[in-house]
């Protein structure tokens, strides 16, 4: 039968401040941010059966945070709930050959056998068995407990551990036992020199502290073999720069390992091959960035048969695939053009799948690449945003999602066979969701003023737009810099979508910009941000307030800027770089001072400023807190307390010089929020005051 996923229960929504008209409903604030949401819960793939014909995804059919496991047919579509084993279950992964599932609950390995429809518990400790994963046959399972990695076979019932314990302030991570069981690769990262970072919690009786550590290590490859006595052989190739370990995996016959540098100011990478039972180094890649290397996906894979590496690069200025054979030298371009590649696995050793945009910047679809002739076909994706691949282990399958602007993502399957067509997996969207007559945004381009370079944003215009009339309007910033916001996708800001949708029905334009550093527009465009955040950045949101004027369609005298975390950051940068541009800017959980950031999250920080002591001017430039004289417009502060990213200390800071300044700014402060608020009534209040202060500075003005 085809299963309805989600509840058609009727919501009783609480109507909290202004309440805007859409045909016979009426949208408020409190009913954006209410939960259960009015858009759904996403469906997520949790397993994929070896020949791709059944699909194991959790979906929270009720909007209380407790999904429900559901088995699917990725034939025919059909979907049931699946009740083998506990909701709660996690780290599910299917037997690599036959119809068994393993699993983690309440933090013990479990069995459950499909054919038989029984479970079996596996272990019974008083911790946590971690890193649970098959080995390459099967034949048994790997796993971490209490700072040391085990192998429990099957067939044999045999338990090895395997001698790599960590000392103090030490973890071993990523572990990966060769295809033949024989040795165990992993990283030992330590974290002698990580310094602590504090934040405290004022809601209990007695304020309590917390706190964490952060840095950046070097890291180290431990290589041992399984036997449980052998003394762990630490392999390091001949680079004196210090590193850091990004990816390394073992070739399919055992012998070869690779390893994936960039070094520790992410001006250099490097991929090595080191031969086991040699003990030798080969270096096979070297890239170099004066600004720093970085991307949409920066892996390595081998190839089935192990004699090759398909490596993703922006050496072009494009992320592309180039093939490097590990008996030679020069590196062979399977892709290439002004467009990123941003997934991809191999099917065969002559055969590839990737995903790219090379359609348009705002689409991605999946192809599949002889690698003998560098040809590619596109296969039958939808328009729009097909993202998530996970392919079944015998190549035959993938699932992934699918999405458009508006249209929340759904889980689709697609045989690879020629001309095969996606069949929907879920079906999560509420039948009241589309009533609400959702702004579509236009997709625009327009001209950076400073060097000519063209920009994408979103469009958002009222129902009853007149090219003719001046709008009060707020341009909405996305987070996180590195990102794509204007694609023809869901978005990760659906709640902004929505608040978007009731600004126009307020009269507002709004514009949401990919300004420089965002994602999907290649290495210099990533790039362009190098040694001033709030720079080029800055600029291109400036240029989208010149055109929307020289459009005659924006009233200059009445513009306005929202955001969070990084577009929290631009809307304060805006208020005091551009003091006569921008009426009112609201900034939500905002860096102040990126030499905070740095020891809150050095290894973004640094990509793009390098470290404090040795880039002083480029952390006083890019930071809001060293411009504030310049500001004149009103400014809004919202800030989580137990925000453990962007900390709370960011506003507080600014908060005091704004004082000393005396400069015109409201701060509302969430003590039970972190830095991705969680509850409804942190978000309803947030964004009614965000609302209301526009209402006040921007179209009262």
Do not use: C
Not at 265 to 279: A, G, M, S
Not at 325 to 350: A, C, M, N, P, R
Not at 486 to 494: A, D, E, G, L, N
Not at 550 to 578: C, H, N, P, Q, T
């Amino acid at each position: 039968m085809k299963v309805r996923l989600y509840s058609n229960v009727t919501l009783l929504y609480l109507f909290l401040g202004f309440s805007i008209a859409a045909g016979s409903d009426s949208l408020t604030v409190a009913k954006i941010m209410f939960e259960p949401s009015i858009t759904g819960q996403r469906a997520r793939i949790a397993a994929l059966s070896p020949d791709g014909s059944q699909l194991l995804y959790r979906y929270d059919s009720d909007g209380d945070h407790e999904s429900e496991l559901y088995l699917a047919d990725t034939r025919s579509g059909e979907s049931e709930l699946f009740e083998g084993i506990d909701k709660d279950a996690g780290n599910i992964s299917w037997h690599p050959s036959d119809q068994t599932l393993l699993y983690t609950l309440n933090e013990d390995m479990y069995l459950y056998d499909l054919s038989e429809n029984v479970s079996r518990q596996l272990t019974k400790t008083p911790g946590q068995e971690s890193s649970v994963t098959w080995t390459k046959n099967g034949s048994g399972i790997l796993y971490r407990y209490d700072k040391t990695y085990h192998i429990q076979y099957l067939t044999d019932g045999l338990h090895v551990q395997i001698n790599s314990t960590a000392g103090e302030n030490e973890s071993d991570y990523g572990g990966i036992l060769s295809p033949d069981n024989e040795y165990l690769l992993f990283e030992r990262g330590n974290e002698s020199e990580y310094w602590e970072m504090h934040w405290a919690d004022y809601v209990p009786e007695t304020v309590q502290a917390k706190s964490s550590k952060r840095g950046i290590d070097d890291g180290k490859l431990g290589l041992v073999k399984t036997d449980g006595k052998a003394e762990v052989r630490w392999i390091k190739p001949d680079w004196n720069e210090k590193y850091r370990i990004y990816s390394f995996d073992w070739s399919a016959d055992s012998k070869n390992i690779f390893v994936h540098l960039v070094s520790i100011d992410f001006h250099t990478r490097k991929l090595f091959v080191y031969n086991v039972e040699k003990e030798s180094w080969k270096e096979v890649w070297h890239e170099e960035d004066k600004k720093w290397i970085g991307g949409p996906r920066l892996r390595i894979k081998w190839s089935p048969s192990g004699d090759k590496l398909l490596v993703a690069s922006e050496k072009s200025g494009w992320n592309q695939l180039y093939l490097s054979e590990t008996g030679k030298k020069k590196s062979k371009t399977l892709t290439k053009g002004k467009w990123e590649v941003q997934e991809f696995h191999w099917i065969s050793d002559d055969k590839l799948l990737f995903a790219s945009n090379e359609i348009e910047s705002s689409e991605r679809h999946f192809y599949l690449l002889d690698v003998k002739s560098k040809k590619y076909k596109k296969l039958n994706t939808e328009v729009g945003y097909n993202s998530g691949i996970r392919l079944s282990s015998d190549g035959s399958t993938i699932v992934y999602t699918h999405d458009n602007i508006g249209q929340p993502s759904e889980i689709y399957a697609l045989s690879l066979n020629d001309g095969a067509e996606p069949v929907r997996i879920s079906n999560t969207i509420p039948d009241d969701y589309n009533s609400y007559g959702w702004t579509i945004p236009e997709i625009v381009e327009f001209k950076s003023h400073v060097d000519g370079k063209t920009i994408r944003a979103n469009l958002y215009k009222p129902d009853s737009f007149d090219e003719n009339k001046k709008y009060p309007t707020i341009f909405f910033v996305h987070g996180a810099g590195y990102m794509q916001n204007v694609k023809k996708s869901w978005t990760y800001y659906w709640r902004e979508f929505m608040f978007n949708t009731l600004l126009n029905r307020a009269g507002y334009l709004v514009i949401d910009v990919d300004y420089r550093g965002s994602a999907g527009y290649g290495r210099d465009w990533r790039t362009d941000v190098y040694m001033h955040l709030g720079g080029r950045d800055l600029d291109d949101i400036i240029s989208g307030v010149n055109w929307g004027v020289s459009e005659g369609f924006i009233d200059k005298e009445r513009v306005g800027i929202y955001g969070g975390s990084y577009g929290g950051f631009m809307a304060v940068m805006a208020l005091v770089m551009e003091p006569d541009l921008f009426a009112a800017g609201a900034g939500l959980r905002s860096v102040t001072d990126w030499e905070n950031y740095y020891y809150s999250n050095p290894f973004y920080t640094a990509k793009r400023l390098g470290i404090p002591e040795d880039n002083k001017e480029a952390y006083i430039r890019s930071s809001p807190i060293h411009h504030t004289d310049n500001m004149k417009s009103p400014l809004l502060l919202l800030h989580g307390v137990l925000d453990n990213n962007v900390q709370f200390q960011d506003a507080a800071q600014l908060v005091q010089k704004l004082i000393d300044g005396g400069k015109k700014f409201d701060l509302m402060i969430y003590p039970k929020e972190a830095h991705s608020f969680k509850t409804p009534e942190a978000w309803t209040d947030e964004y009614t005051r965000i609302f209301e202060y526009m209402e006040k500075y921007v179209r009262n003005k």
